[in-house]
């Protein structure tokens, strides 16, 4: 598992889901999971 912080922005959506694409090629899956929860930091 892997963990990332980032901003819930349209540039990041994309940088993922580009990511996933990438990943998926190189490790010859057929599908890898990314997950988006949001969090309040109190």
Not at 4 to 20: V, Y
Not at 23 to 41: C, G, H, N, P, Y
């Amino acid at each position: 598992m892997l963990l990332i912080c980032a901003e819930d922005t349209e540039e990041n959506r994309k940088f993922f889901l580009n990511l996933k694409t990438k990943l998926k090629d190189r490790f010859r899956q057929e599908e890898i999971f990314i997950t988006a929860q949001s969090v309040e930091i109190l």
